[in-house]
């Protein structure tokens, strides 16, 4: 089983902020497989369970805030006996620019508390990942209040084709697994190439 986690934070007040994105994808993601999660309070994530290409998914939410995200993982690999390496989380990157995406096998926070928190948690930075460009960086001083801001509006309207892409790269990489996933992915513009 592939537990496929989006990182965000819950709330009205987070919605369609750039460190939501992750939130974003798997919700789409879900919506295209017609898996449909619920809150769950044992985890403290929103969850839901089906199929993507014949590979049987969890869908995660955490909801516990970014920078605790780690307990509700290792909540739901403890519960369903899972190793890290059952992991595939979905994140923002600020140090991405906006419409690039890039699949890692495994690798450090590289600053973003939600991944620190995964590998505090479960003790591990073996677990694969794509992150969601969310950049230009403005730098780590301005980092927090930058993540926490709506999506400008010109964002949004490349956000529908932005959420498409990275649905669509996500069923590649269960399809095809990481090397052809980055093959694929890694180098492409979404805003250009689209």
Request: aromatic share 10%.
């Amino acid at each position: 089983m592939l537990v496929i986690v989006g990182l965000g934070n819950p709330g009205e007040k987070y919605k369609n902020t750039r460190h939501n994105i992750g939130f974003i994808i798997t919700g789409a993601l879900a919506e295209k497989f017609k898996i449909t999660g619920k809150y769950s309070p044992k985890f403290d994530a929103i969850i839901g369970k089906g199929n993507i290409k014949d590979t049987e998914v969890l869908i995660v939410q955490p909801q516990t805030y970014m920078n605790l995200s780690g307990e509700a993982v290792l909540r739901v690999l403890n519960w369903y006996k899972l190793d890290v390496s059952n992991l595939f989380v979905i994140f923002d990157d600020v140090s991405l620019d906006f419409g690039r995406i890039r699949f890692r096998p495994d690798g450090s926070a590289g600053g973003h508390n939600g991944i620190k928190s995964i590998i505090s948690s479960c003790g591990s930075e073996n677990f694969p990942r794509l992150k969601i460009g969310i950049g230009p960086n403005p730098g780590e001083r301005l980092w927090k209040t930058y993540v926490l801001q709506k999506f400008s509006e010109q964002e949004q309207k490349h956000l529908p084709n932005i959420t498409d892409v990275c649905v669509d790269a996500v069923e590649f990489y269960i399809q095809q697994e990481m090397a052809a996933a980055r093959n694929k992915f890694n180098g492409i513009n979404i805003l250009e190439d689209n």
